[in-house]
């Protein structure tokens, strides 16, 4: 089996049609898997205000964005992707991208 390069974008335009289609929430999810096993271990939202954490708190977004982004863990490790423990998604005015970084550049925007 090959590497599908679109494997992430589609499931996260999927979930962001699926969640996010009347709303306008941005700001970012960083994320980081578990060294040993490289499946998900923490995540940390950061929306732009308190009124897109209210927009997303009664649906199943967070649960399902959980979901997504193990699997996408878990398929870039399977097929030697560089950086597939870590990364961060940006979420801009409901639109969903995500970008694959050094580990250390994700704890930098942790920080922040």
């Known amino acids: 089996m090959t590497y599908d390069n679109t494997f992430d974008q589609t499931r996260l335009d999927q979930l962001?049609?699926?969640?996010?289609?009347?709303?306008?929430?941005?700001?970012?999810?960083?994320?980081?898997?578990?060294?040993?096993?490289?499946?998900?271990?923490?995540?940390?939202w950061q929306l732009n205000n308190d009124e897109d954490y209210e927009a997303i708190k009664g649906s199943d977004f967070k649960l399902h964005m959980m979901e997504l982004l193990d699997t996408s863990l878990i398929y870039r490790t399977r097929h030697?992707?560089?950086?597939?423990?870590?990364?961060?998604?940006?979420v801009e005015d409901g639109d969903l991208s995500i970008e694959w970084l050094p580990r250390v550049d994700v704890e930098a925007m942790r920080n922040s």
């Open 16 to 44: 962001a049609q699926q969640h996010l289609g009347r709303t306008k929430i941005s700001g970012r999810i960083l994320f980081f898997g578990n060294l040993e096993e490289n499946r998900l271990d923490l995540a940390t």
């Open 80 to 90: 030697g992707q560089p950086n597939a423990s870590q990364g961060v998604v940006h």
